[in-house]
């Protein structure tokens, strides 16, 4: 086995972590049983999720059990959220979900092997017990002035709006399901971000105290973004795992768009490139960031990791195709569609059959910001409908012009891009 401590630190995943000596003894004699939990809070997973999944991906990868827990008992609750409490989503809601990030998460781990993965569902050892059962035999091992201090508790404790005792009791049920998962399997290590440091203790505390046992904890760093802004978020929201609710083709911009400043630690979070790659695509960035050479190196890894290679194929082809590199009619029409939701754009109706002049359409989504502005454009040879120079100030698409029956592509000169969808 690889020393994976190490290989953690290295690539800064390492925010925090029970006796790092003991930790790496365990590993040294393993396989080690890591879990981490994913909450069904939303239909989908975001990055912020992946970072997770692929820290245990190469737990695994180097030679560790990983087991996925998809937490149909405690998404019913929500863990505190710094400033007000969640919103309850119905049962059958947070059914539905469980079972689509589970399908999510799965892809990313080997389920065969003597390290095969597992994955669980915390509602199976938590629908049957009676709160009874659950204040005698779980709450009694928990301090409240100790459950007070955690950090997320104690600042909704000093908050105007407060805390429920239902997003009070998050942590109870969280060191629950450590405990279980000893128990069951043996888990000895948890993981998780580093906001999360107060629940993965008390699963660490209450097995002391029920089994008499030491098990560990692992916190990765909250990624942050050099511009101030928060990682995995764009102006459109968050970027989920989920292609219906963020394209493969916006999946594959935000890397390709990453900051020069954030993209060496982008490489070491979730690139599974040898060390020496991607050190020489730091230097890369350093000596020619303007080939962003980094920036497509994770792009294409990323982007086939979680949507495949054929995705990966077809939005690599949009990008080129949008710019003039290719053909935009030799594009399926999911990831056109996918690819102009990126851009600035406008929907008409042409009921008559005729359409707007292309001078009309440029001011229309803003890609100048006249109709005037955009002759001048045009005439100076700056407009281009499909990839094709626009010839003429009075020039007018037609039908015949309609990409997939449906979009005309816009563009000013090279980078400015717009769409219009005809109905």
Not at 83 to 110: C, H
Not at 167 to 183: A, C, K, T, V
Not at 293 to 321: I, P
Not at 390 to 410: I, K, M, N, S
Request: proline share 4%.
């Amino acid at each position: 086995m690889t020393d994976i401590v190490d290989e953690l630190q290295w690539r800064g995943l390492i925010a925090v972590s029970t006796d790092e000596d003991a930790l790496r003894k365990a590993f040294a004699d393993g396989p080690v049983t890591v879990y981490c939990g994913f909450d069904p809070t939303a239909p989908s997973l975001h990055l912020g999720n992946l970072v997770q999944i692929l820290t245990v991906r190469r737990l695994q990868l180097a030679g560790h059990r990983p087991l996925g827990l998809v937490g149909g008992a405690t998404g019913l609750i929500g863990d505190p959220k710094p400033t007000a409490e969640r919103t309850l989503n119905d049962p059958g809601v947070v059914a539905e979900w469980v079972g689509r990030v589970r399908a999510q998460i799965e892809p990313f781990f080997s389920f065969e092997g003597p390290n095969a993965a597992t994955m669980v569902n915390n509602l199976d050892w938590t629908q049957g017990l009676s709160a009874i059962e659950f204040l005698r035999d779980i709450g009694k091992h928990f301090r409240v002035n100790k459950m007070i201090a955690k950090e997320a508790v104690a600042r909704r404790l000093s908050s105007d709006q407060g805390i429920s005792y239902t997003e009070f009791s998050y942590q109870i049920l969280q060191g629950m399901d450590f405990l279980e998962l000893y128990r069951r399997y043996g888990c000895t290590l948890q993981t998780g971000g580093s906001d999360q440091w107060g629940n993965l203790t008390a699963g660490i505390d209450l097995i002391h105290r029920v089994e008499g046992a030491s098990v560990h904890a692992l916190a990765t760093p909250l990624l942050t973004k050099a511009d101030g802004t928060k990682f995995g978020k764009t102006e459109g929201g968050a970027i989920w795992l989920d292609p219906e609710m963020t394209s493969p083709y916006a999946f594959y911009q935000f890397w390709l768009n990453a900051d020069d400043r954030d993209i060496s630690s982008f490489l070491r979070t979730f690139s599974f490139a040898p060390r020496e790659e991607i050190e020489e695509l730091e230097r890369a960035t350093q000596e020619r960031p303007q080939a962003r050479a980094a920036q497509r190196a994770l792009a294409e890894e990323l982007t086939t990791l979680v949507h495949g290679a054929d995705q990966c194929a077809a939005v690599v082809a949009a990008s080129k195709a949008l710019f003039g590199q290719g053909e935009l009619a030799d594009l399926d029409e999911r990831t056109l569609a996918g690819a102009l939701s990126e851009l600035p754009k406008a929907r008409i109706s042409a009921e008559d059959g005729e359409l707007p002049p292309i001078a009309d359409l440029l001011a229309l989504v803003n890609l100048v910001p006249s109709k005037s502005a955009a002759r001048r454009t045009i005439k100076e040879g700056g407009a281009y409908l499909n990839n094709t120079k626009v010839a003429g100030e009075d020039a007018q698409p037609t039908r015949d012009d309609l990409v997939h029956g449906r979009w005309l592509v816009l563009r000013r000169g090279k980078r400015n891009l717009g769409a219009v969808e005809v109905a």
